[in-house]
């Protein structure tokens, strides 16, 4: 039940294209969902986060959509550049459990 | 802009030997975090660390795992001795303190690569 699933496990995207990142999970009493972007050899960026009261979040080229009754959420990138080109995690997070839940990770890859 | 530091960057060490991984959270931050990263695989919640002292552990955290906070400004991570699946990627993250409470942002360090022999 804190698991947290995330799909696809790899994209490859042309640039200036979207690139869609789906995640799900169980747990109802998760209340934050972060999303991390993380280059090789580095430790994971706080990207963008959503709280489950608000169904879209939208920060420059990157949106959160969430869908409380599906228990689904998902990461955007608009125009989609090479430098995008990174490992992705969703996370989950509830502050009774003081601890992130990580999904599996996406690798993108955007394309010239 | 402030950032969360890790050393060293890589530690290398034989089965059976302890370690101890050094982190320096941002300042002000109240609320500390190791994950650990096998290589390849998703970041795996470790332990969280509030008001000095343990908040949650995961099953991975067990007896030959310690965490301290030596003075205002460390957190490390200590393994007693070693095996060879504790070779991972070790991230420590921090958390400042909102005044309605918790605040949920953690922020990463840039890890530590340890390899056991």
């Known amino acids: 039940q804190q698991q947290v699933k995330q799909s696809p496990q790899s994209l490859i995207v042309q640039k200036g294209g979207i690139s869609i990142i789906n995640c799900a999970y169980e747990n109802t009493a998760f209340d934050y969902f972060p999303w991390y972007q993380q280059f090789p050899g580095k430790g994971p960026a706080l990207l963008i986060a959503?709280?489950?009261?608000?169904s879209e979040k939208k920060e420059g080229r990157f949106t959160i959509s969430f869908n409380k009754s599906a228990k689904q959420f998902s990461l955007h990138i608009m125009d989609s550049q090479p430098g995008d080109s990174a490992t992705y995690f969703c996370a989950a997070f509830t502050g009774t459990a003081s601890k992130l839940t990580f999904g599996t990770g996406t690798r993108l890859q955007v394309t010239l | 802009e402030p950032e969360v530091t890790q050393t060293p960057s890589h530690q290398v060490t034989q089965m059976g030997q302890e370690v101890i991984l050094r982190c320096v959270p941002i300042?002000?931050?109240?609320?500390f975090y190791w994950y650990r990263q096998i290589l390849g695989q998703k970041v795996e919640f470790l332990v969280s660390f509030y008001n000095n002292e343990i908040s949650e552990k995961s099953e991975i955290f067990d007896d030959q795992f310690s965490v301290e906070r030596p003075d205002g400004s460390n957190f490390t991570l200590k393994i007693r001795s070693t095996k060879l699946e504790d070779s991972a990627m070790y991230f420590c993250?921090?958390?400042?303190?909102?005044?309605?409470?918790?605040?949920?942002?953690?922020?990463f360090g840039p890890g530590t690569r340890l390899t056991v022999t």
């Open positions: 993250a921090s958390s400042p303190y909102r005044t309605s409470g918790m605040s949920y942002e953690q922020y």
């Open positions: 959503i709280r489950p009261d608000v």
């Open positions: 300042s002000n931050h109240l609320y």
